[in-house]
Protein backbone atom coordinates (compact mmCIF):
# COMPACT_ATOMS: atom_id res chain seq x y z
CA UNK A 1 0.00 0.00 0.00
CA UNK A 2 1.38 3.26 -0.85
CA UNK A 3 2.33 5.47 1.89
CA UNK A 4 0.20 8.66 2.39
CA UNK A 5 2.17 11.58 2.13
CA UNK A 6 0.25 13.40 4.44
CA UNK A 7 0.55 11.32 6.92
CA UNK A 8 4.38 11.21 6.84
CA UNK A 9 6.45 13.88 8.52
CA UNK A 10 8.79 15.77 5.69
CA UNK A 11 11.84 15.07 7.41
CA UNK A 12 11.57 11.42 7.31
CA UNK A 13 11.58 11.46 3.72
CA UNK A 14 13.29 14.32 2.15
CA UNK A 15 16.99 14.11 1.59
CA UNK A 16 19.47 17.14 1.01
CA UNK A 17 22.87 17.73 0.75
CA UNK A 18 24.91 20.18 2.53
CA UNK A 19 28.18 21.89 2.31
CA UNK A 20 29.56 23.18 5.58
CA UNK A 21 32.60 25.47 6.27
CA UNK A 22 35.69 24.07 6.77
CA UNK A 23 36.02 26.36 9.85
CA UNK A 24 32.88 25.21 11.26
CA UNK A 25 33.85 21.70 10.63
CA UNK A 26 36.77 22.35 12.83
CA UNK A 27 34.79 23.15 15.96
CA UNK A 28 33.31 20.10 15.81
CA UNK A 29 35.59 16.88 15.51
CA UNK A 30 33.82 13.73 13.45
CA UNK A 31 31.77 16.12 11.71
CA UNK A 32 32.03 16.76 7.93
CA UNK A 33 32.23 19.01 5.27
CA UNK A 34 30.00 17.39 2.95
CA UNK A 35 26.65 15.93 4.85
CA UNK A 36 23.44 14.32 3.07
CA UNK A 37 20.75 14.46 5.80
CA UNK A 38 16.74 14.46 5.95
CA UNK A 39 15.25 18.01 6.66
CA UNK A 40 12.04 19.49 4.94
CA UNK A 41 13.11 23.16 6.34
CA UNK A 42 16.65 25.24 7.04
CA UNK A 43 15.09 24.43 10.92
CA UNK A 44 14.97 21.13 10.53
CA UNK A 45 18.10 21.17 8.68
CA UNK A 46 19.71 23.35 11.94
CA UNK A 47 18.08 20.89 14.44
CA UNK A 48 19.96 17.88 12.41
CA UNK A 49 22.96 19.39 12.89
CA UNK A 50 22.61 19.60 16.58
CA UNK A 51 21.66 15.96 16.79
CA UNK A 52 24.40 14.91 15.30
CA UNK A 53 27.08 17.61 16.34
CA UNK A 54 25.66 18.77 19.97
CA UNK A 55 26.08 22.68 20.06
CA UNK A 56 26.24 23.47 16.29
CA UNK A 57 22.99 25.01 15.92
CA UNK A 58 24.51 27.77 18.49
CA UNK A 59 27.45 28.43 16.07
CA UNK A 60 24.87 28.57 13.23
CA UNK A 61 21.78 30.39 14.79
CA UNK A 62 21.20 32.86 17.45
CA UNK A 63 18.40 32.77 20.08
CA UNK A 64 15.97 35.31 17.98
CA UNK A 65 15.80 32.70 16.53
CA UNK A 66 17.65 33.21 13.42
CA UNK A 67 20.56 32.66 11.33
CA UNK A 68 23.55 34.57 12.54
CA UNK A 69 24.25 37.98 10.62
CA UNK A 70 27.36 36.46 9.42
CA UNK A 71 26.41 33.04 8.65
CA UNK A 72 24.67 33.15 4.79
CA UNK A 73 22.65 29.86 3.82
CA UNK A 74 21.89 29.27 -0.02
CA UNK A 75 19.14 26.47 -0.74
CA UNK A 76 19.81 25.81 -4.84
CA UNK A 77 21.53 29.02 -5.19
CA UNK A 78 19.11 31.28 -3.71
CA UNK A 79 19.76 33.16 -0.21
CA UNK A 80 17.35 31.31 2.74
CA UNK A 81 16.02 31.85 6.17
CA UNK A 82 14.60 29.49 9.27
CA UNK A 83 11.63 28.61 7.60
CA UNK A 84 13.14 28.23 4.21
CA UNK A 85 11.61 24.41 2.74
CA UNK A 86 13.59 22.32 1.55
CA UNK A 87 12.81 20.11 -1.74
CA UNK A 88 13.74 16.60 -2.16
CA UNK A 89 17.73 16.41 -3.52
CA UNK A 90 17.90 20.28 -2.83
CA UNK A 91 21.32 21.58 -2.63
CA UNK A 92 22.75 23.70 0.32
CA UNK A 93 25.80 26.05 1.23
CA UNK A 94 26.22 27.14 4.46
CA UNK A 95 28.39 29.84 4.01
CA UNK A 96 30.59 32.33 6.33
CA UNK A 97 30.56 35.85 5.22
CA UNK A 98 33.72 38.38 4.69
CA UNK A 99 34.33 39.50 7.77
CA UNK A 100 36.92 40.41 10.42
CA UNK A 101 40.23 42.46 10.48
CA UNK B 1 57.05 20.87 45.64
CA UNK B 2 57.93 22.90 42.51
CA UNK B 3 55.86 25.54 41.12
CA UNK B 4 55.29 27.02 37.73
CA UNK B 5 53.09 30.10 37.00
CA UNK B 6 50.71 30.68 33.99
CA UNK B 7 49.99 33.97 32.36
CA UNK B 8 46.98 33.41 30.67
CA UNK B 9 45.92 35.87 27.68
CA UNK B 10 42.91 36.57 26.12
CA UNK B 11 43.96 38.31 22.83
CA UNK B 12 41.65 39.37 19.96
CA UNK B 13 42.79 36.33 17.76
CA UNK B 14 42.97 33.24 20.07
CA UNK B 15 44.22 32.69 23.71
CA UNK B 16 47.85 32.11 24.62
CA UNK B 17 49.69 30.39 27.62
CA UNK B 18 52.90 32.01 28.95
CA UNK B 19 54.64 30.02 31.67
CA UNK B 20 57.81 29.86 33.54
CA UNK B 21 59.01 28.32 36.82
CA UNK B 22 58.67 30.32 39.99
CA UNK B 23 61.49 32.68 39.07
CA UNK B 24 59.98 33.83 36.33
CA UNK B 25 62.77 34.67 34.35
CA UNK B 26 62.35 32.89 31.39
CA UNK B 27 59.08 32.27 29.46
CA UNK B 28 57.59 30.11 26.98
CA UNK B 29 55.22 30.81 24.49
CA UNK B 30 51.86 28.49 23.53
CA UNK B 31 48.93 29.32 21.07
CA UNK B 32 46.82 30.14 19.32
CA UNK B 33 43.85 28.44 20.97
CA UNK B 34 40.81 28.72 20.74
CA UNK B 35 40.30 28.80 16.51
CA UNK B 36 41.48 32.23 17.14
CA UNK B 37 38.18 33.52 17.95
CA UNK B 38 38.16 36.86 20.01
CA UNK B 39 39.10 36.03 23.61
CA UNK B 40 37.65 38.36 25.60
CA UNK B 41 38.77 37.05 29.13
CA UNK B 42 41.00 33.82 29.61
CA UNK B 43 40.48 32.54 33.38
CA UNK B 44 42.18 29.68 35.42
CA UNK B 45 40.97 27.63 38.36
CA UNK B 46 43.83 26.88 40.40
CA UNK B 47 41.90 24.28 42.51
CA UNK B 48 40.98 22.08 39.69
CA UNK B 49 43.29 23.49 37.03
CA UNK B 50 41.38 24.06 34.55
CA UNK B 51 41.43 27.20 32.55
CA UNK B 52 38.21 28.69 30.75
CA UNK B 53 38.02 31.32 28.30
CA UNK B 54 35.21 33.54 27.60
CA UNK B 55 34.43 34.94 24.11
CA UNK B 56 32.44 35.70 21.09
CA UNK B 57 33.04 35.13 17.09
CA UNK B 58 31.72 37.37 14.57
CA UNK B 59 30.60 34.18 12.61
CA UNK B 60 29.74 31.83 15.33
CA UNK B 61 28.41 34.02 18.52
CA UNK B 62 29.57 33.10 21.89
CA UNK B 63 31.16 30.32 23.90
CA UNK B 64 33.12 29.59 26.80
CA UNK B 65 35.81 27.24 25.63
CA UNK B 66 37.35 24.88 28.56
CA UNK B 67 41.17 23.09 28.56
CA UNK B 68 41.72 20.29 31.39
CA UNK B 69 45.20 19.84 30.10
CA UNK B 70 46.64 23.52 30.40
CA UNK B 71 45.81 23.91 26.98
CA UNK B 72 46.78 21.29 25.27
CA UNK B 73 42.81 20.52 23.85
CA UNK B 74 40.17 22.49 24.22
CA UNK B 75 36.28 22.40 23.71
CA UNK B 76 33.42 25.28 23.85
CA UNK B 77 30.02 25.44 24.94
CA UNK B 78 27.00 27.84 24.82
CA UNK B 79 24.60 25.57 25.54
CA UNK B 80 22.00 27.46 28.04
CA UNK B 81 23.80 30.65 26.78
CA UNK B 82 20.51 32.60 25.77
CA UNK B 83 18.29 34.96 26.80
CA UNK B 84 14.48 34.15 26.02
CA UNK B 85 13.16 34.22 22.38
CA UNK B 86 12.58 37.62 21.12
CA UNK B 87 15.47 39.28 23.24
CA UNK B 88 18.83 41.02 21.76
CA UNK B 89 21.13 37.84 21.33
CA UNK B 90 24.15 37.48 23.21
CA UNK B 91 27.29 38.01 20.76
CA UNK B 92 29.95 37.38 23.04
CA UNK B 93 31.07 36.26 26.72
CA UNK B 94 33.39 39.02 28.35
CA UNK B 95 34.72 38.06 31.45
CA UNK B 96 34.28 34.38 33.47
CA UNK B 97 35.04 33.62 37.01
CA UNK B 98 35.35 29.94 39.16
CA UNK B 99 34.09 29.94 42.82
CA UNK B 100 34.48 26.43 44.27
CA UNK B 101 32.04 24.52 41.91
CA UNK B 102 30.28 27.33 40.26
CA UNK B 103 31.46 28.83 37.01
CA UNK B 104 30.03 32.64 36.46
CA UNK B 105 29.98 33.93 32.68
CA UNK B 106 29.27 37.83 32.16
CA UNK B 107 28.12 38.37 28.68
CA UNK B 108 27.29 40.93 26.10
CA UNK B 109 24.25 42.69 25.79
CA UNK B 110 25.14 42.72 29.66
CA UNK B 111 23.31 40.09 31.83
CA UNK B 112 25.25 36.97 34.44
CA UNK B 113 24.84 33.69 33.36
CA UNK B 114 26.13 30.47 36.09
CA UNK B 115 27.00 26.75 35.40
CA UNK B 116 26.94 24.11 37.43
CA UNK B 117 28.72 21.32 35.54
CA UNK B 118 31.98 23.18 34.79
CA UNK B 119 31.12 25.33 31.51
CA UNK B 120 29.00 22.75 30.04
CA UNK B 121 25.38 23.83 30.49
CA UNK B 122 23.92 27.19 31.65
CA UNK B 123 21.45 28.84 33.13
CA UNK B 124 20.67 32.82 33.13
CA UNK B 125 20.78 34.42 36.50
CA UNK B 126 17.70 36.56 35.59
CA UNK B 127 17.83 38.77 38.90
CA UNK B 128 20.21 41.23 37.06
CA UNK B 129 18.43 42.12 34.38
CA UNK B 130 15.01 42.73 36.43
CA UNK B 131 16.74 45.36 37.82
CA UNK B 132 14.63 48.70 37.68
CA UNK B 133 17.54 50.41 36.34
CA UNK B 134 17.66 48.14 33.60
CA UNK B 135 15.70 49.81 30.60
CA UNK B 136 18.16 52.75 31.50
CA UNK B 137 21.36 51.33 31.29
CA UNK B 138 23.86 52.27 28.33
CA UNK B 139 26.73 50.91 26.39
CA UNK B 140 30.21 51.85 26.54
CA UNK B 141 32.59 52.58 23.68
CA UNK B 142 32.91 48.22 23.83
CA UNK B 143 28.96 48.03 24.19
CA UNK B 144 27.01 46.88 26.70
CA UNK B 145 29.01 44.61 28.41
CA UNK B 146 29.49 43.24 31.82
CA UNK B 147 32.93 42.57 32.09
CA UNK B 148 33.83 42.77 36.08
CA UNK B 149 32.73 39.83 38.67
CA UNK B 150 33.90 40.13 42.14
CA UNK B 151 33.39 36.60 44.25
CA UNK B 152 33.09 36.54 48.07
CA UNK B 153 35.72 34.39 48.98
CA UNK B 154 33.87 33.10 52.03
CA UNK B 155 30.26 33.60 51.01
CA UNK B 156 28.95 31.88 47.68
CA UNK B 157 25.39 34.20 48.04
CA UNK B 158 27.89 37.89 47.56
CA UNK B 159 29.03 38.84 44.56
CA UNK B 160 29.77 41.97 42.64
CA UNK B 161 29.56 42.69 39.16
CA UNK B 162 30.14 45.48 37.01
CA UNK B 163 28.50 46.84 33.62
CA UNK B 164 29.63 49.50 31.63
CA UNK B 165 27.47 51.87 31.48
CA UNK B 166 25.40 51.04 34.06
CA UNK B 167 27.77 50.60 37.34
CA UNK B 168 28.65 48.52 40.03
CA UNK B 169 25.94 46.22 41.65
CA UNK B 170 25.67 43.52 44.17
CA UNK B 171 23.57 40.64 45.50
CA UNK B 172 23.68 38.87 48.68
CA UNK B 173 21.33 36.20 47.71
CA UNK B 174 23.18 34.45 44.70
CA UNK B 175 21.99 37.17 42.12
CA UNK B 176 17.48 37.00 42.88
CA UNK B 177 17.92 40.50 44.01
CA UNK B 178 20.64 43.55 42.77
CA UNK B 179 21.33 46.98 44.52
CA UNK B 180 23.09 49.63 42.92
CA UNK B 181 26.57 50.26 44.23
CA UNK B 182 28.11 53.75 43.11
CA UNK B 183 27.62 55.72 46.02
CA UNK B 184 30.46 58.38 45.42
CA UNK B 185 31.46 57.50 41.91
CA UNK B 186 31.61 60.51 39.38
CA UNK B 187 29.68 60.34 35.85
CA UNK B 188 31.94 63.53 34.61
CA UNK B 189 29.78 62.96 30.99
CA UNK B 190 26.36 63.75 32.26
CA UNK B 191 25.01 67.47 32.94
CA UNK B 192 26.68 69.51 35.72
CA UNK B 193 24.90 68.34 38.55
CA UNK B 194 23.72 65.23 37.79
CA UNK B 195 27.28 63.58 38.08
CA UNK B 196 26.77 61.37 41.19
CA UNK B 197 23.80 59.41 39.76
CA UNK B 198 22.60 56.08 41.62
CA UNK B 199 23.57 54.16 38.79
CA UNK B 200 24.84 55.02 35.03
CA UNK B 201 28.29 55.45 35.78
CA UNK B 202 31.16 54.15 33.58
CA UNK B 203 33.01 51.52 35.58
CA UNK B 204 35.86 49.50 34.38
CA UNK B 205 37.16 47.48 36.37
CA UNK B 206 37.09 46.53 39.94
CA UNK B 207 39.08 43.86 42.08
CA UNK B 208 39.06 42.68 45.99
CA UNK B 209 41.32 43.43 48.22
CA UNK B 210 43.64 40.91 49.86
CA UNK B 211 42.10 39.14 52.73
CA UNK B 212 39.48 42.02 52.89
CA UNK B 213 36.25 41.30 51.44
CA UNK B 214 34.54 44.49 52.50
CA UNK B 215 37.55 46.45 50.67
CA UNK B 216 36.90 46.94 46.92
CA UNK B 217 39.57 49.11 44.35
CA UNK B 218 37.51 50.57 41.41
CA UNK B 219 39.19 51.83 37.71
CA UNK B 220 35.93 54.10 36.55
CA UNK B 221 36.20 56.31 33.35
CA UNK B 222 36.06 58.98 36.09
CA UNK B 223 38.14 58.37 38.37
CA UNK B 224 39.90 55.74 40.66
CA UNK B 225 38.58 54.48 43.90
CA UNK B 226 38.44 52.61 46.93
CA UNK B 227 35.67 51.20 49.12
CA UNK B 228 35.70 50.07 52.74
CA UNK B 229 32.09 48.68 52.72
CA UNK B 230 31.14 46.48 49.91
CA UNK B 231 31.01 49.18 47.76
CA UNK B 232 28.37 51.09 49.69
CA UNK B 233 30.44 54.11 49.21
CA UNK B 234 33.34 54.76 47.26
CA UNK B 235 36.20 57.64 48.22
CA UNK B 236 38.41 58.80 45.06
CA UNK B 237 41.96 58.18 45.14
CA UNK B 238 42.90 59.24 41.94
CA UNK B 239 44.72 62.64 44.02
CA UNK B 240 49.05 61.97 43.01
CA UNK B 241 48.16 60.21 39.55
CA UNK B 242 48.87 61.75 36.20
CA UNK B 243 45.11 61.41 35.28
CA UNK B 244 42.01 59.79 36.41
CA UNK B 245 41.21 57.91 33.10
CA UNK B 246 42.60 53.97 32.66
CA UNK B 247 41.30 50.99 32.38
CA UNK B 248 42.41 48.22 34.55
CA UNK B 249 43.29 47.68 38.45
CA UNK B 250 45.56 44.42 40.15
CA UNK B 251 44.97 43.48 44.06
CA UNK B 252 48.00 42.38 46.03
CA UNK B 253 47.82 38.67 46.31
CA UNK B 254 48.46 38.85 49.71
CA UNK B 255 48.67 42.91 51.52
CA UNK B 256 45.15 44.78 51.04
CA UNK B 257 46.74 47.90 51.20
CA UNK B 258 48.79 47.56 47.71
CA UNK B 259 47.19 47.60 44.42
CA UNK B 260 48.09 48.48 40.88
CA UNK B 261 46.61 50.86 37.79
CA UNK B 262 47.55 52.35 34.56
CA UNK B 263 46.48 55.25 34.37
CA UNK B 264 46.42 56.77 30.30
CA UNK B 265 46.18 60.16 29.53
CA UNK B 266 42.62 60.65 29.03
CA UNK B 267 39.60 59.26 27.16
CA UNK B 268 39.89 61.86 24.42
CA UNK B 269 43.64 61.91 24.18
CA UNK B 270 44.31 59.08 22.19
CA UNK B 271 44.22 56.62 25.57
CA UNK B 272 47.98 56.15 25.17
CA UNK B 273 50.72 56.54 28.34
CA UNK B 274 51.09 59.89 29.60
CA UNK B 275 53.18 61.81 27.84
CA UNK B 276 53.77 58.10 26.14
CA UNK B 277 56.16 57.05 28.80
CA UNK B 278 54.54 53.43 30.25
CA UNK B 279 54.43 53.05 33.65
CA UNK B 280 52.48 51.46 36.15
CA UNK B 281 51.46 52.49 39.31
CA UNK B 282 51.23 51.54 42.83
CA UNK B 283 50.01 52.28 45.94
CA UNK B 284 51.40 50.63 49.57
CA UNK B 285 49.22 52.60 51.62
CA UNK B 286 45.51 51.46 49.85
CA UNK B 287 45.71 54.94 47.68
CA UNK B 288 47.12 57.64 49.65
CA UNK B 289 50.17 57.53 47.31
CA UNK B 290 51.17 56.41 44.51
CA UNK B 291 54.59 55.70 43.11
CA UNK B 292 55.30 55.05 39.22
CA UNK B 293 57.05 52.19 38.22
CA UNK B 294 58.59 52.67 34.88
CA UNK B 295 61.86 50.38 35.11
CA UNK B 296 62.55 48.21 32.12
CA UNK B 297 59.11 50.07 30.37
CA UNK B 298 59.61 52.08 27.20
CA UNK B 299 59.76 55.99 27.88
CA UNK B 300 59.80 57.04 24.95
CA UNK B 301 57.07 56.67 22.09
CA UNK B 302 54.58 54.14 23.92
CA UNK B 303 51.49 54.95 22.29
CA UNK B 304 49.54 51.81 23.43
CA UNK B 305 46.91 51.48 26.17
CA UNK B 306 45.83 48.88 28.47
CA UNK B 307 42.42 47.53 28.26
CA UNK B 308 40.52 46.72 31.58
CA UNK B 309 41.03 42.99 31.90
CA UNK B 310 44.74 43.05 30.93
CA UNK B 311 46.46 43.27 34.14
CA UNK B 312 47.03 40.62 37.01
CA UNK B 313 49.12 39.63 39.79
CA UNK B 314 50.35 35.95 40.73
CA UNK B 315 50.08 34.37 44.25
CA UNK B 316 53.91 34.15 44.54
CA UNK B 317 56.39 36.07 46.96
CA UNK B 318 57.60 38.36 45.84
CA UNK B 319 54.62 38.67 43.95
CA UNK B 320 54.38 39.40 40.04
CA UNK B 321 52.70 42.04 38.10
CA UNK B 322 51.72 41.34 34.53
CA UNK B 323 50.37 43.60 31.82
CA UNK B 324 49.13 43.64 28.06
CA UNK B 325 48.99 46.35 25.81
CA UNK B 326 47.06 47.01 22.88
CA UNK B 327 50.16 46.07 20.40
CA UNK B 328 50.68 42.83 21.73
CA UNK B 329 53.71 42.57 24.11
CA UNK B 330 52.92 41.28 27.69
CA UNK B 331 54.95 42.79 30.24
CA UNK B 332 56.13 41.04 33.54
CA UNK B 333 57.51 42.07 36.73
CA UNK B 334 58.95 39.54 39.40
CA UNK B 335 59.28 41.89 42.06
CA UNK B 336 56.22 43.43 42.82
CA UNK B 337 56.50 46.17 39.96
CA UNK B 338 59.89 47.35 40.85
CA UNK B 339 61.48 46.48 37.10
CA UNK B 340 59.55 45.02 34.21
CA UNK B 341 60.54 43.04 30.94
CA UNK B 342 58.79 41.83 27.88
CA UNK B 343 58.26 38.28 28.14
CA UNK B 344 55.86 38.18 24.72
CA UNK B 345 55.59 40.66 21.69
CA UNK B 346 53.93 41.02 19.10
CA UNK B 347 50.98 39.32 19.70
CA UNK B 348 47.58 40.62 18.43
CA UNK B 349 45.59 43.05 20.91
CA UNK B 350 45.49 42.22 24.25
CA UNK B 351 42.14 42.15 25.78
CA UNK B 352 43.17 40.09 28.99
CA UNK B 353 45.98 38.96 31.36
CA UNK B 354 45.34 36.27 34.41
CA UNK B 355 47.76 34.18 36.04
CA UNK B 356 47.17 30.55 37.56
CA UNK B 357 49.97 29.01 39.62
CA UNK B 358 50.38 25.35 39.20
CA UNK B 359 52.80 22.24 40.64
CA UNK B 360 55.80 22.14 38.16
Same mark, same amino acid.
Not at chain 2, 216 to 224: A, K, P, T
Given at each position: ?? /???? +??????????????????????????????????????????????????????????????????????? &???????????????????????? | ??????????????????????????????????????????????????????????????????????????????????????? &???????????????????? %???????????????? +??????? +????????????? !???????? +?????????????????????????????????????????? &?????????????????? /??????? %???????????????? %?????? !???????????????????????????????????????????????????????? !???????????????????? &????????????????????????????????????????????
Amino acid at each position: MP /KDSR +HTRPSQTVAITVRLPGVLVDLFPGSTRSVTMPASTVDEMMDEFDRRWPGMRDRLCDSTPAIRKHINVFVDG &ERARLDTPLEPGAKVFVIIAISGG | MAKNVLVLIGTRKGAFILESDSKRKSWGLKGPFCATWPMNHLVGNPTTGTIYGGGGNEWFGPAVWKSTDLGESWTHSSKGLAYERGA &EPITAVWSVAPNNGILYAGV %QPAGLFRSDDRGETWQ +HVEGLRK +HPSRPQWSPGNAG !LILHSMVL +HPNDENQMWIGISAAGVFYTSDRGKTWEARNKGTRADFLPEG &ENYPEFGQCVHNFVMAAG /KPDRLYQ %QNHCGMYRSDDGGKSW %QSIEQG !LPSSFGFPVAAHSSNPDTVFMIPLNGDTAGRYMPDAKAAVWRTRDAGKTWQDLREG !LPQQNAYFGVLRQAMATDRL &EPGGVYFGTSSGTVFASANEGDSFAPIAEHLPVITSVETMVVEG
